[in-house]
């Protein structure tokens, strides 16, 4: 099966999950800038949200670009991928909208967990497909940074019991780490 169809799917989904975070954008009841304060907490999730939306886009295209097929099991794990981050505009909504508290941030942790250990599990159903000696596979090497986001957001749940902000601080510093683009995909096909 060709990966084009996966591919496509995929994008639409992410494309559909991204407008329904905007949708929850209210405008504000009043007219004058003192009116967006209220909003802050809700544009900052968005923010996080839309960005993480935007890692995913970007490494799950890479990750296909390094692929030639795909079979059953793939379809199946990028489904799985695709159920946690279609539950993101939820925990955004819920964590922006009751201004970073306990429960939602952590609530926040566990979908971003989730689908971290989604994409992993993507990941290595690609690799058993594809085999040890396959682009992929020199690609991902030790998915190091894969393995530190899935930590930083263990460490980051709990400690959302403690102290949201601290959380949140995690959550963005993972974003920070991933922003700069995975060029290990980028450098093994311009081989």
Known sequence: MTKNRLEAFSDG??????????????????????????LIPVFLSYVLSFVFLG????????????????????????????????????????M??????????????????????????????LLALHGSDSLLAAAMGADIKGKISMASYVVAIPLAFVSPWLACGIYVLVAVMWLVPDSRIEKKLAQ
């Open 13 to 38: 989904v992410i494309a559909i999950i991204i407008t329904i975070m905007v949708l929850e954008l209210k405008a504000p009841e009043g007219i004058d800038v003192a009116a967006l304060r209220p």
């Open 55 to 94: 890692i995913y886009w970007n490494n799950h295209h890479h990750l296909l670009q390094a692929i030639k097929h795909v079979d059953g099991r793939v379809l199946w794990a990028n489904l799985h991928l695709l159920f946690w981050l279609s539950l993101i505009p939820f925990a955004t909504a819920w």
């Open 96 to 125: 922006g909208g009751n201004h970073f508290s306990t429960w939602p941030v952590a609530i926040y942790g566990v979908v971003l967990l989730l689908a971290a250990v989604a994409y992993f599990i993507l990941t290595h159903v």
